[in-house]
């Protein structure tokens, strides 16, 4: 046993740094082919590049990502200690690299890449000028995907992340609040160099346009959504509370049997009537609601019932719970 038991470890040790590469690679396309050329600022480091971008074009979006995380890599050692582990560290470093190397690639030439001209991209068959909504979240849903794969391998790219960290640490600040703060500024800085035409113009669009914000928003909103889906799934779980004044076994048996599901049976009373009453405590599927609730109106018409939607749903038959040390995404 312990002969292949070695291996098995080394080769899921080597495919979770594969699929680390494999997740910020699939972000850095959705920045470099539907984000960057059309000046959408989707927050976190990247956004501020993109920004940066317009106030030195010379300067690719990828290496504003080391000017920003190398040193909030160096302060996060400092004062974060093991908070930050070697995933991240690799993350945020190979993330610029991997943009860079993929700009370089769908531009002809430095002056294109430069200007972020959408018509030279990749040739121009995918300039997306005219339809912006579309190109923003297909952008973001694609950033959404890559970032989620990382945050499946207990890494972050860093950037505002370790800023929430810090702002949690330091000034009792959510980390979700931390991340919304930094974003909010990214946008705001797109605002007034895009919308108010305090950068360069000319890299990406014909004029400032202050609707870029709108679509900034959008994106930030299609991101987060994707990344909530990629981590934790649909999140469809219900909570179903099933108050009745007899107990019914033909109801337990339906939970037991057919939906292979437990439930917890709690004692309780009318608060007016004071009659003793049964109350079912159970958490199903959104595909199986529907069955639940057919099945108490068959075997208890009067019976109470409430439905609501459960966050996350951990133990036997549901999501594993997470061990110390991991990241918490939802």
């Known amino acids: 046993m312990a002969h292949w038991t070695q291996p098995a470890r080394q080769f899921n040790w080597w495919f979770t740094w594969i699929k680390i590469i494999v997740g910020i690679t699939i972000m850095c396309a959705g920045f470099v082919f539907f984000i960057n050329p059309y000046r959408i600022v989707p927050g976190g480091v990247y956004g501020a590049g993109i920004v940066l971008h317009s106030l030195f074009p010379t300067i690719q979006v990828g290496t504003f990502g080391w000017f920003f995380d190398v040193p909030l890599l160096i302060l996060a050692a400092i ?26 690639l769908a531009y002809p030439n ?8 959408p018509a030279e991209l990749c040739g121009g068959v995918i300039n997306m000028s005219q339809h912006l909504m579309l190109t923003t979240i297909i952008g973001a849903a694609t950033i959404g995907l890559g970032c989620g794969f990382v945050v499946r391998q207990q890494a972050t790219t860093g950037g505002t992340d370790i800023v929430a960290m810090f702002l949690q640490k330091y000034l009792n600040v959510r980390f979700s609040n931390g991340i919304l703060i930094c974003d909010a500024i990214v946008v705001l800085s797109g605002l007034l160099v895009f919308g108010l035409g305090l950068g360069n113009v000319e890299a990406g669009g014909d ?13 930030i909103f299609v991101s987060s959504k994707t990344i909530a889906y990629v981590i934790n799934g649909a999140q469809d779980d219900k909570l179903v509370f099933v108050i009745s004044s007899r107990p019914n076994e033909e109801l337990r048996e339906f939970i037991l049997q057919t939906l ?71």
């Open 207 to 219: 004029a400032p346009s202050w609707h870029l914000s709108f679509y900034s928003l959008i994106a």
């Open 260 to 330: 292979d599901r437990s439930a917890t049976r709690i004692k309780s009373s009318g608060l007016y009537t004071q009659e003793d009453k049964e109350m079912l405590f159970l958490v199903v599927s959104n595909k199986e609601i529907t069955a639940v609730k057919t099945k108490v109106q068959e075997v208890d018409p009067r019976a109470f019932v409430i439905v609501s939607d459960a966050q996350a749903t951990y133990g036997e038959g549901w999501r594993p719970l997470p061990l110390a040390g991991e990241l918490h995404p939802e």
């Open 110 to 117: 430095a002056e294109a890449l430069h200007a972020l001209n």
């Open 79 to 104: 004062f974060l200690g093991s908070k930050i582990g070697s995933r991240t560290i690799f993350a945020a470093l190979i993330t610029p690299l991997i943009m860079n190397i993929l700009s370089d």
